[in-house]
């Protein structure tokens, strides 16, 4: 029932206490575990972090990218961390590692790098491409504070406005930006009528806000690019990223030039962090369900019970 439910219903149903939930999921996944290797075969592999409480508390977990399965979670995000995954793992099965995606964290490339010299570590474009949204989220905010300054050095009559007045045109930008945040950050193909006009408007009346639209939605055409244009095209994206004088962008521009050469990896090998972004909403799915959870130790049994391919069947199903 607590791979199935919330751990209140379980409680309730079952007439137990909120720790004994937990005590009961931590032995039967060392049970399980005691079966299994959820380790061997493993070849691709996708890391990442994921909060679980307040307080930037942390889960590292690794996904089998060929399987979609978690196969191993820990706590804190950290080198030792991570180090204990390849210390379950051991030298001979991290040798047979041959493709890595994750962040751009320092601290896990090095840690990969030093278990696995001679994996292919590519970036994932998730995250690349959550740099471009954040850089414009950043612009698009600073253009929302001019207009709302210009707002209040001019501001609108007050009452009913007089018939055949002109707009007031700084509430009428500072309205428009304030609901210019979705149409910005969404792709082009799933935008709305009322979004993609707000994106007109924005051509028309925003040149340094639509050149950063532009350079985001650069960024991230280069990852549908045949891996052969990917290097010319990201060259070219950062050599107009550096000139188009928006300090946001100029300084992604250093960030993924730093990067290059795992983002033209990722591109090349197909790779990105897609199934463990997925399998990472499902964790804060169980996290919320399990509310209530003081221990990370039995918060990890639910998730490997849950995502791990070994979940319990319900009785008499």
């Known amino acids: 029932m607590a791979t199935q439910t919330s751990k209140i219903a379980v409680t309730e149903l079952m007439r137990i206490a909120w720790r004994t939930v937990g005590a009961v999921i931590t032995r039967v996944w060392a049970e399980v575990e005691g079966r299994v ?12 972090e994921v909060s679980y409480r307040r307080g930037h508390l ?3 977990v690794v996904i089998d990218h060929d399987t979609g399965r978690l196969v191993w979670a820990g706590k804190g995000q950290t080198k030792a961390t991570l180090q204990s995954f390849f210390d379950a793992l051991g030298p001979e099965r991290s040798a047979q590692i041959t493709h890595v995606t994750a962040d751009s964290a320092g601290y ?11 994996v292919i570590q590519a970036a994932d474009p998730f995250h690349v491409v959550k740099w471009a949204n954040d850089a414009l989220g950043e612009v698009r905010l600073t253009a929302w504070r001019e207009a709302r300054a210009a707002v209040r050095a001019n501001p609108p009559r007050r009452g009913r406005p007089v ?3 002109p707009p007031h045109l700084e509430s009428q930008r500072l309205r ?3 609901r210019s945040r979705y149409a910005l950050w969404k792709n082009p193909e799933n935008l709305t009528s009322s979004q993609s006009a707000q994106l007109k408007w924005i051509a028309q009346t925003d040149p340094r806000l639509w050149r950063g639209y532009q350079l985001k939605e650069g960024l991230r055409a280069i990852f549908k690019l045949p891996h052969h244009e990917a290097p010319e095209a990201l060259n070219a994206w950062i050599t107009s990223a550096q000139r188009c004088r928006i300090p946001q962008f100029a300084a992604l521009a250093k960030t993924v030039q730093a990067q290059r050469g795992p983002i033209l990896l990722a591109i090349e090998h197909g790779l990105s962090n897609g199934r463990t972004e997925a399998v990472n909403l499902r964790i804060r799915l169980r996290t919320r369900m399990a509310y209530g959870f003081r221990d990370p130790h039995a918060l990890i049994a639910i998730l490997m019970l849950t995502l791990g391919g070994h979940r319990p069947r319900l009785p008499g199903r």
Do not use: E, W
């Open 163 to 165: 018939k055949d007045a």
């Open 108 to 118: 896990i490339a090095d840690v990969v790098g030093t278990n696995c010299p001679a």
């Open 176 to 178: 428009l930006l304030t």
């Open 37 to 48: 290797d959820l380790l061997s075969g493993l070849t691709r592999i996708g890391i990442d």
């Open 58 to 60: 942390y889960l590292m």
